[in-house]
């Protein structure tokens, strides 16, 4: 049965960073594209990043690039996301999610994961 758990939320000034981190209880976790979303009260969940089972693909949200770096280990199952420079736009909770078909990004879309974490919630004030 696969488990995503994520960790590394909390409340920081805007400015500042925070490093989230998702272990993935997955059978061949190292065969699977992984992904971040976020969904901010009152609005509809959203993707902030993907990264291929090699990390030799990455891609990210044009409202994170170059503040938000996406990462993984598969020897720990886990997945990585970095943020900086904060913004107060930023909180939302975050979910990491596995893609749904091996070996492919799962893309922008939620229809491309099939497994969810509960969330961690991050707040950035002013």
């Known amino acids: 049965q696969v488990q995503l758990v994520e960790s590394g939320g909390g409340l920081v000034q805007a400015g500042g960073s925070l490093r989230l981190s998702c272990l993935a209880s997955?059978?061949?976790?190292?065969?699977?594209?992984m992904g971040w979303f976020r969904q901010a009260p009152g609005k509809d969940r959203e993707f902030v990043a993907a990264?291929?089972?090699?990390?030799?693909?990455?891609y990210y949200a044009d409202s994170v690039k170059g503040r938000f770096t996406i990462s993984r280990d598969n020897a720990k199952n886990t997945v990585y996301l970095q943020m900086n420079s904060l913004k107060p736009e930023d909180t939302a909770i975050y979910y990491c999610?596995?893609?749904?078909?091996?070996?492919?990004?799962?893309?922008?879309?939620?229809?491309?994961?099939?497994?969810w974490g509960q969330g961690t919630q991050v707040t950035v004030s002013l």
């Open positions: 997955v059978r061949y976790f190292s065969n699977y594209a």
């Open positions: 990264i291929l089972w090699s990390s030799s693909s990455i």
């Open positions: 999610a596995k893609s749904g078909v091996v070996g492919v990004l799962g893309g922008a879309k939620e229809s491309g994961y099939d497994a």
